[in-house]
Protein backbone atom coordinates (compact mmCIF):
# COMPACT_ATOMS: atom_id res chain seq x y z
CA UNK A 1 0.00 0.00 0.00
CA UNK A 2 1.11 3.52 -0.82
CA UNK A 3 1.57 6.25 1.61
CA UNK A 4 -1.01 8.07 -0.86
CA UNK A 5 -3.52 5.28 -0.05
CA UNK A 6 -2.51 5.09 3.95
CA UNK A 7 -4.00 8.94 3.84
CA UNK A 8 -6.72 8.02 1.85
CA UNK A 9 -7.47 4.69 4.36
CA UNK A 10 -6.98 7.33 7.23
CA UNK A 11 -9.12 9.82 5.79
CA UNK A 12 -11.86 7.61 5.27
CA UNK A 13 -11.60 5.64 8.87
CA UNK A 14 -11.55 9.41 10.65
CA UNK A 15 -15.14 9.87 8.26
CA UNK A 16 -16.37 6.73 9.63
CA UNK A 17 -15.66 7.18 12.85
CA UNK A 18 -17.01 10.76 12.99
CA UNK A 19 -20.23 9.44 11.60
CA UNK A 20 -20.50 6.44 13.94
CA UNK A 21 -20.00 9.38 16.86
CA UNK A 22 -22.89 11.29 15.26
CA UNK A 23 -25.07 8.41 14.89
CA UNK A 24 -24.84 7.60 18.52
CA UNK A 25 -25.38 10.75 19.52
CA UNK A 26 -28.48 11.18 17.17
CA UNK A 27 -29.14 7.41 18.38
CA UNK A 28 -28.96 8.86 21.93
CA UNK A 29 -31.21 12.12 20.89
CA UNK A 30 -34.05 9.52 19.46
CA UNK A 31 -34.30 7.81 22.33
CA UNK A 32 -34.93 10.41 24.35
CA UNK A 33 -37.40 12.21 22.66
CA UNK A 34 -38.97 8.55 22.59
CA UNK A 35 -39.07 8.55 26.34
CA UNK A 36 -40.55 12.11 26.18
CA UNK A 37 -43.06 11.75 23.55
CA UNK A 38 -44.54 8.60 25.74
CA UNK A 39 -44.23 10.95 28.94
CA UNK A 40 -46.50 13.09 27.10
CA UNK A 41 -49.19 10.44 26.08
CA UNK A 42 -49.37 9.05 29.65
CA UNK A 43 -49.85 12.91 30.69
CA UNK A 44 -52.07 13.69 28.30
CA UNK A 45 -54.24 10.10 28.73
CA UNK A 46 -53.96 11.41 32.85
CA UNK A 47 -55.55 14.73 31.57
CA UNK A 48 -58.13 13.11 29.65
CA UNK A 49 -59.59 10.86 32.41
CA UNK A 50 -59.48 13.66 35.04
CA UNK A 51 -61.94 16.03 32.48
CA UNK A 52 -64.13 13.06 31.60
CA UNK A 53 -64.38 12.53 35.50
CA UNK A 54 -64.95 16.01 36.77
CA UNK A 55 -67.16 16.42 33.44
CA UNK A 56 -69.18 13.21 34.86
CA UNK A 57 -69.07 14.85 38.46
CA UNK A 58 -70.11 18.52 36.65
CA UNK A 59 -73.38 17.11 35.31
CA UNK A 60 -74.25 14.92 38.23
CA UNK A 61 -73.79 17.71 40.22
CA UNK A 62 -76.10 19.77 37.66
CA UNK A 63 -78.63 17.22 37.86
CA UNK A 64 -78.25 17.06 41.72
CA UNK A 65 -78.92 21.00 41.93
CA UNK A 66 -82.69 20.46 39.29
CA UNK A 67 -83.66 17.74 41.71
CA UNK A 68 -82.85 19.47 45.15
CA UNK A 69 -86.30 21.01 45.97
CA UNK A 70 -86.36 22.47 49.09
CA UNK A 71 -89.33 22.84 51.80
CA UNK A 72 -89.55 26.76 50.81
CA UNK A 73 -89.36 26.25 46.92
CA UNK A 74 -92.19 23.37 47.05
CA UNK A 75 -94.52 25.26 49.28
CA UNK A 76 -94.07 28.28 47.05
CA UNK A 77 -94.66 26.35 44.46
CA UNK A 78 -97.65 24.71 45.35
CA UNK A 79 -99.28 28.25 46.16
CA UNK A 80 -98.08 29.59 42.83
CA UNK A 81 -100.21 26.12 41.32
CA UNK A 82 -103.08 27.39 43.26
CA UNK A 83 -103.37 30.81 42.52
CA UNK A 84 -102.87 29.70 38.44
CA UNK A 85 -105.80 27.42 39.04
CA UNK A 86 -108.10 30.17 40.81
CA UNK A 87 -107.36 32.44 38.14
CA UNK A 88 -107.99 30.08 35.78
CA UNK A 89 -111.09 29.26 37.19
CA UNK A 90 -112.19 32.96 37.14
CA UNK A 91 -111.18 32.96 33.46
CA UNK A 92 -113.68 30.01 33.00
CA UNK A 93 -116.36 31.59 34.94
CA UNK A 94 -116.16 35.05 33.06
CA UNK A 95 -116.69 32.75 29.91
CA UNK A 96 -119.31 30.79 30.72
CA UNK A 97 -120.96 33.92 32.24
CA UNK A 98 -119.83 35.72 29.01
CA UNK A 99 -121.26 32.57 26.86
CA UNK A 100 -124.76 31.95 28.61
CA UNK A 101 -125.45 36.06 28.67
CA UNK A 102 -125.08 35.81 24.80
CA UNK A 103 -127.08 32.99 24.47
CA UNK A 104 -129.71 34.72 26.09
CA UNK A 105 -129.31 38.06 23.89
Known sequence: MTNEERQSMKKF????RQVIAQFRVLKKENSDL????ESKDSEIAR??????QR????NNLK????IDVSDSDLKESKQRITRLVRE???CINILSSG???GENN
Open 13 to 16: EAKV
Open 34 to 37: YAEL
Open 47 to 52: LKADLE
Open 55 to 58: TRDY
Open 63 to 66: LAKM
Open 88 to 90: INK
Open 99 to 101: VES
